[in-house]
T-cell receptor, first 114, second 112 residues
Framework: GAGVSQTPSNKVTEKGKYVELRCDPI?????LYWYRQSLGQGPEFLIY????????DSGLPNDRFFAVRPEGSVSTLKIQRTERGDSAVYLC????????????FGPGTRLTVL | AQSVSQHNHHVILSEAASLELGCNYS??????LFWYVQYPGQHLQLLLK??????LVKGIKGFEAEFIKSKFSFNLRKPSVQWSDTAEYFC??????????FGDGTTLTVKP
């Protein structure tokens, strides 16, 4: 079956603009994660969904960041009033269930804020 | 809050050398431990994982890792590296509640 997909693969925007990043998890995976990865660092946890609800959003850096997963499948990460410091690769991962289990990662969306 | 520390940022080895990458974590409760690898131009993929049981776990491509609870460590090893092992390696912990924390990664360069 298909893996995790993310669109777009690259996004260039201007400071102050709004962006949406999309993640299509593996079919049947109930858990979905968003991470942000800056150059030279590991993935930084942003938010974790179990089904439609955000089980842990403690990693969202501020209220400009928001994520939804309305039907428990596709998720959208939304960033308002983008800043240059938001430039990073945004990774999505999905997992079959909660607790134990391997996360399957997508290829990421490279966001550049000019 | 949990944290993960990877001791080596960049390791350079010749083919057939042995590898050990250090990983220490900080968390007061039960964790699940992972090593992920990212080959050049590819996305993160699982090397191996530890949930419970035998603390010595074996993964793909001849990698293994040992969980030492008393040291909060989960070091990655391979007896003989190959040029194709050149990649970035990430240690990660996930709590039973699902939150994941990654280390900053170790870049491994294997010289042919």
């Amino acid at each position: 079956g298909a893996g995790v997909s993310q669109t777009p693969s690259n996004k260039v925007t201007e400071k102050g603009k709004y962006v949406e990043l999309r993640c299509d998890p593996i079919s049947g995976h109930t858990a979905l994660y968003w991470y942000r990865q800056s150059l030279g660092q590991g993935p930084e946890f942003l938010i974790y969904f179990q089904g439609t609800g955000a089980a842990d959003d403690s990693g969202l850096p501020n209220d400009r960041f928001f994520a939804v997963r309305p039907e428990g499948s596709v998720s959208t990460l939304k960033i308002q009033r983008t800043e240059r410091g938001d430039s990073a690769v945004y990774l999505c991962a999905s997992k079959r269930g909660g607790g134990e289990g391997e996360q399957f990662f997508g290829p990421g969306t490279r966001l550049t804020v000019l | 809050a949990q944290s993960v520390s990877q001791h080596n940022h960049h390791v350079i080895l010749s083919e057939a050398a042995s590898l050990e990458l250090g990983c220490n974590y900080s968390y007061g409760g039960t964790v699940n431990l992972f090593w992920y690898v990212q080959y050049p131009g590819q996305h993160l993929q699982l090397l191996l994982k530890y949930f419970s049981g035998d603390p010595l776990v074996k993964g793909i491509k001849g990698f293994e890792a040992e969980f030492i609870k008393s040291k909060f460590s989960f070091n990655l090893r391979k007896p003989s590296v190959q040029w194709s092992d050149t990649a970035e390696y990430f240690c990660a912990v996930t709590t039973n509640a699902g939150k994941s924390t990654f280390g900053d990664g170790t870049t491994l360069t294997v010289k042919p």
